[in-house]
């Protein structure tokens, strides 16, 4: 009946619909992490503005290098992303590893920068709770800081987990053949999601670092 | 075994409470009539067209709209009224006249205690006289409460780390029912006690009768010299600290541009956290007395401090 | 296909046995299944709780229970009944059922996500049931700060941890019913053909996914503040519990709004099958569904009125507060508008569904009462907001159910059910109800606050009848519960269409084959085309045969 295997799914018509559907899958999916991100964010901004000054001298305890650079290993990951997506589209199997293999690199190389980053907080007593130290009068709006700092990006390191685990699952089942110019859905969506995870970190990233640079 | 009286409306016990009913009854006016119109509706559409052989065919009728356009309008204009109504009751509840007897309240788990003016002081109790404005100032030392006196229509959280207020004017002597009516934990239902409404003159006479220490103002003022406030909040703008002769009320010039208006919430924060607003012109050297000075202490304080009007001829810095 | 010998014919129910094929199914039928037995049983802890609540309140003293076990009994009540029962009850039961049918589809868009959807509510129900086992919450279901992060003793962790699992569970649900309805329409369906039920459960959808996550994250929060001593919410560390109270009702609210959709849903379809008649108003009932949804994110903060909000704050929500009654009121005029002129039967679902309409205008007008600012301040937190959800939540979304499910039960399980009994359950439910919680209004206008387990003696007697009204609401549950699953032995089989009913789940054996068509069935006719009985509501074009 089918020539390649499982050309549509069996409650799907035909494969343009299966294909609708799963692309509006996920981007319904991203809306629900745009509300989830957004809960934190929200409580981020109340803070912040009622406490300016603590957390301005909170954020210049963050390393700036190793976010910019991690900015930077983020974006770029995106970018092998979409050569791996385009790849898929021409139907370029061994680029496809190859672009998805780099994702999985760069976007481990992220994690491993941000594991150094909390590892070095946690040495400097920058992690709320009872060991939380913070010389000054500004110690409570700090500490809120911090909280925000570790549960914001925590959420978007499990996502980053979540992601490479999908690109790991993306690149065997590339190796096994599963993928064509005419079916690449699941490359296309993996690569919505990563896109989404780094837009995640372009709004962290200056709203956490970069609190007080502009005050100088 | 049951109570003898079935009560089935509340007391009506102060100025707000006649109002508040007024309401109440135009929105049970409003819901019997829509409730009767549909369920009346409903039962005669019922009976009438009940059907009676199997091959009826009722009429096609997809809608109108001019019908829907109707029962949206009307709908809308009376929960207008509705709005505008309660919305005008609010601001009376919410803001107290400026000549009100102030009482300070400080909530805990599971016990109201109430600090009189003149220095008296009472535990789930609160006696008041009638026909006299009365702001309550509302705090926690734990989790948030809730002060409610269902006779005066009166309601308003009691929050942890901060004031609110409730005001009310007693209009009848009696004793009425205070419930904490934010779920607070294991003896929440039994945080209640007894608003006491006096006449003014035996009022009077009960809150003269000594409480010991003096007023609260006057605890305040000790307060105020035991801590060390004195030193540096001295009149005229002379000390480290901005002087605090007519504070309350006036707007406060900040560091960084803002400004705000010295309400009993700015006071209070400015004793436990000093660094969170430094006034305009000043180092931010007070020290935190947070963990130095309770709940209680600093409603004194806040007491004294409306108590130090500005010397005539006095300048200051703006 | 005629289905005269049930036991022959292979369908979704006999295609295959064994607990395997039931736990690892992707049937969305199945699946609906799965959800009912399990909705159920919550449904009957929850009401387990309750009884002993209203026990208790008998008399003024507390003398059947201590007061740190009251709290735990109306927080696991209110937990247990909205987050495993109400939330899931018609949406996860009737509409992963009936909306693949009602559309003319072979299933869902992602029937593996669906099963997923089940696994994660029952993960969810079981943190909730051992923290409850382990000695409960004591929180209240609003888990209000810094009481429920730093004060309160119990399994809060635990406990919001299941909640947060189970809210994956409908934020998959509201992602897969979205997608179903846009892209797998049958031909011929186009949107303003779908039945009203497929409607509400687009809105009730859009309010899954865009809501549960701000509870996901807000749970998460308040469960790191009390295992990391953070500051988020603890006024002594810098935090602000009312931060709390706003992210918790920003989807609290909405969920009621998930609770009485699906249920208005329901009613569309009973009222226009049991008069026989074109719902009155479709645009306007199918866009009142939308704006509902809509309006309902922007009113979170009536809850909040004495909480210390600023008084514009105040005057903000209550304005919208007001407007997003409109919809609802629009909703009860073109249901009872839709019975004009009809051709009305008695049955049981339809006794329920003229019912829902009854307490839902009451319900719903009790809205009015707290959206009103001046007399909200008198009865926030009393007696009067318990009866006024308890009016929506169990006199109109419980009924509504209990409607659904007589009313779909012959296509579900092939069986009719005891005519008379049910029709005696459902006026026993309308009685008992109404004993239960009309005394609970004057109750709180009285000031007989929320969540007390000792009360001034003078209340006792309008509690003794609540109690007693409570008791012959019981009989009215435990009635359905007996005899349906007696009809699954000894009920007479059901046809095809027993009711007459239009609507393209009508349109294939009771039960259905697993695919649901045999062939895909092709749309001709508008939604509840009942002025036009004798016409065919599908043609079947070879073309678009089903895949094998």
């Not at chain 2, 509302?138 to 809730?146: E, K, N």
């Not at chain 3, 809105?203 to 899954?208: K, P, Q, V, Y």
Request: net charge neutral; aromatic share 14%; charged share 10%.
């Amino acid at each position: 009946m089918s020539d390649t295997p499982a050309i549509h799914a069996h409650q799907f018509d035909d494969p343009v619909q299966q294909h609708e559907a799963s692309w509006l899958g996920m981007w319904v999916f991203l809306a629900t992490e745009v509300m989830f991100f957004g809960g934190m964010f929200l409580g981020y901004m109340f803070y912040r503005s009622a406490y300016p000054q603590g957390f301005a001298s909170a954020s210049d305890r963050l390393d700036i290098w190793l976010g910019t650079i991690n900015t930077a290993v983020l974006i770029c990951s995106s970018f092998t992303m979409a050569l791996a997506v385009r790849a898929g589209q021409i139907g370029q199997n061994r680029l496809v590893m190859i672009f998805l293999c780099l994702t999985i690199v760069l976007g481990t190389l992220f994690l491993g920068i941000k594991f150094t980053e909390y590892y070095q907080k946690f040495e400097e007593r920058l992690v709320p709770g009872n060991d939380f130290r913070f010389e000054g009068a500004l110690v409570s709006s700090a500490e809120i800081f911090f909280s925000f700092y570790f549960a914001m990006t925590g959420m978007h390191a499990v996502h980053m987990i979540i992601g490479v685990s999908l690109l790991t699952a993306l690149i065997v089942k590339t190796s096994r053949g599963r993928f064509s110019a005419t079916y690449n859905t699941p490359i296309e969506l993996v690569g919505l999601y990563w896109h989404f995870v780094d837009i995640v970190w372009i709004f962290l990233f200056p709203l956490l670092y970069l609190v007080g640079r502009h005050l100088g | 075994m049951f109570g003898s009286n079935l009560p089935l409306f509340p007391d009506q016990a102060s100025t707000l409470a006649p109002r508040v009913d007024a309401l109440l009854y135009f929105l049970l006016a409003v819901s019997v009539f829509f409730s009767l119109l549909i369920s009346i509706s409903i039962v005669a559409f019922a009976i009438k067209y009940r059907r009676r052989s199997d091959s009826e065919r009722p009429p096609l009728i997809l809608g109108s709209l001019g019908l829907e356009i109707f029962w949206t309008a009307v709908p809308l204009a009376i929960t207008m009224v509705i709005f505008v109504w309660g919305a005008k009751l609010f601001f009376v509840s919410f803001y107290p006249p400026p000549n009100a007897l102030e009482i300070n309240v400080v909530a805990k788990q599971w016990m109201w205690k109430v600090q009189h003016p003149e220095g008296k002081s009472e535990i789930d109790e609160l006696h008041i006289p009638a026909g006299q404005a009365v702001k309550l100032l509302l705090t926690s030392q734990d989790v948030i409460h809730d002060f409610f006196v269902p006779a005066f229509r009166v309601k308003k959280d009691v929050l942890p780390g901060r004031y609110t207020t409730l005001w009310f004017e007693a209009s009848k002597p009696g004793t009425y029912h205070l419930f904490c009516a934010q779920y607070c934990g294991t003896q929440h239902s039994g945080m209640v006690g007894r608003i006491i409404v006096m006449e003014p003159l035996a009022y009077a006479t009960w809150v003269g009768g000594g409480g010991t220490g003096g007023s609260t103002a006057a605890a305040g003022e000790k307060l105020f010299q035991t801590l060390g406030c004195a030193t540096c909040h001295l009149p005229n703008d002379t000390g480290r600290g901005p002087s605090l002769e007519g504070l309350m009320g006036k707007t406060v010039a900040l560091q960084g541009g803002k400004s705000v208006t010295a309400d009993e919430n700015y006071v209070r924060e400015s004793i436990l956290e000093p660094r969170a607003k430094i006034v305009r012109g000043y180092q931010p050297i007070m020290p935190i007395f947070k963990g130095s000075v309770s709940e209680e202490g600093v409603l004194q304080i806040i007491s004294y401090i409306k108590t130090l009007t500005p010397q005539a001829g006095a300048q200051g810095k703006k | 296909m005629n289905d005269s010998v049930p036991e022959r014919r292979v369908h979704y129910l006999n295609v295959s046995y064994g607990l395997k094929s039931w736990l690892l199914t992707t049937d969305h039928k199945r699946i609906a299944w799965l959800y009912l037995v399990s909705v159920t049983f919550f449904f009957f802890i929850g009401g387990l709780f309750a009884t002993l609540i209203r026990i208790e309140l008998l008399t003024p003293q507390g003398d059947l229970v201590q007061a740190e076990t009251y709290n735990k009994l109306f927080t696991m009540h209110g937990v247990t009944m909205i987050f495993f029962f109400l939330i899931p009850s018609i949406p996860a039961v009737l509409g992963n059922f009936l909306i693949p049918l009602m559309i003319g589809a072979r299933d869902l868009a992602f029937p593996r996500l669906n099963l997923a959807s089940w696994y994660l509510y029952i993960i969810g129900g079981l943190f909730t049931l051992v923290a409850a086992a382990a000695g409960g919450v004591d929180t209240g279901w609003t888990f209000y700060t810094p009481y429920s992060s730093i004060y309160s003793n119990t399994h809060v962790a635990l406990t919001v941890v299941g909640i947060f699992v189970t809210g994956f569970s409908s934020i998959l649900t509201g992602l897969n019913f979205v997608v179903t309805v846009h892209t797998m329409r049958a031909p011929g369906m186009g949107w303003f053909r779908l039945p009203l039920f497929v409607w509400s459960h687009y809105a009730t959808s859009i309010i899954f996914i865009l809501g549960t996550p701000v509870i996901a994250i807000t749970l998460t929060l308040v469960a790191l503040e009390r295992l990391f001593r953070l500051g988020i919410f603890n006024p002594e560390l810098g935090g602000d519990p009312l931060l709390f109270q706003h992210l918790f009702w920003f989807y609290s609210h909405p969920a009621v709004y998930i609770m009485i959709l699906p249920a208005m849903g329901v009613i569309s379809e009973l009222i226009t099958c049991f008069s026989r008649k074109r719902i009155f108003g479709y645009g306007f009932v199918a866009f009142s569904s939308l704006a509902i949804a809509v309006l309902g994110f922007l009113v979170w903060g009536h809850h909040m009125f004495v909480s210390g909000q600023s008084v514009y704050a105040g005057l903000i929500f209550s304005v919208l507060s007001m407007l997003v009654a409109i919809p609802s009121a629009i909703k009860v005029f073109n249901w009872t508008a839709t019975l004009y002129k009809g051709s009305i039967s008695y049955d049981a679902p339809m006794l329920y569904a003229l019912g829902f309409i009854g307490l839902f205008t009451i319900g719903g007008l009790t809205g009015l009462f707290l959206a009103a600012l001046g007399v909200d301040v008198h009865v926030h937190d009393t007696y009067f907001v318990i009866a006024h959800f308890h009016y929506i939540m169990v006199g109109s979304s419980v009924m509504a159910y209990l409607g659904g499910i007589h009313f779909w039960w012959p296509k579900m399980t092939g069986r009719r059910y005891p005519e008379v009994l049910a029709r005696l359950a459902a006026l026993i439910i309308f009685l008992g109800f109404n004993l239960t919680f009309f005394p609970q209004f004057v109750l709180g206008y009285l000031g007989m606050p929320r969540r007390y387990h000792v009360y001034p003696p003078e209340f006792q007697v309008l509690n003794v009848l609540s109690t007693a009204g409570a008791s012959i609401l019981a009989v009215g549950y435990v009635l359905p519960l007996i005899y349906l699953i007696w009809s699954l032995r000894y009920s007479p089989v059901a046809g095809m269409n027993p009711w007459k009913a239009r609507g393209l789940e009508w349109q294939t054996p009771s039960p259905p084959p697993t695919d649901n068509f045999e062939v895909t069935p092709v749309v001709v006719q508008e939604a509840y085309a009942y002025d036009v009985l004798d016409e065919p509501e599908v043609i079947y074009a070879p073309e678009k045969a089903a895949h094998v």
